[in-house]
């Protein structure tokens, strides 16, 4: 059974950090590439970064480059999001996903959206003084 479990998120101040976790069971994390999205309160759900399998990044959200990063340990079957600088606008519940069908599974999409799958439950983040 494929399955996405985030953590990680909380409430921090402004200009703060969090790191997000993404851990992965019932594929072999190492042939995907996994998306991490967000969805704020009244919005829709928005793509912020992808790490491909063979760890190249691509941002979907212009808002976080320069702040945001993703990483892949597979040998712990985690991605991670380092999420730097945080702003209250980054406030949202965040998801991570995987890249959906077999051919191209390990490359990032140029645009997210309908390319990804088997989402996780979300983790709560919130920017707030």
């Known amino acids: 059974q494929v399955q996405l479990v985030e953590s990680g998120g909380g409430l921090v101040h402004p200009g703060g950090s969090l790191r997000l976790s993404c851990e992965a069971s019932?594929?072999?994390?190492?042939?995907?590439?996994i998306g991490w999205f967000r969805q704020a309160p009244g919005k829709e759900r928005e793509g912020v970064l992808c790490?491909?399998?063979?760890?190249?990044?691509?941002a979907f959200a212009d808002s976080v480059k320069g702040r945001f990063t993703v990483s892949r340990d597979n040998a712990k079957n985690t991605v991670y999001l380092q999420m730097n600088s945080l702003k209250s606008e980054d406030t949202a519940v965040y998801y991570c996903?995987?890249?959906?069908?077999?051919?191209?599974?390990?490359?990032?999409?140029?645009?997210?959206?309908?390319?990804?799958?088997?989402w996780g439950q979300g983790t709560q983040v919130t920017v707030s003084s």
């Open positions: 019932g594929f072999t994390l190492d042939y995907y590439a």
């Open positions: 790490i491909s399998s063979s760890d190249a990044i691509t």
């Open positions: 996903a995987r890249k959906m069908g077999l051919i191209g599974r390990g490359l990032c999409p140029e645009r997210p959206k309908g390319n990804f799958d088997s």
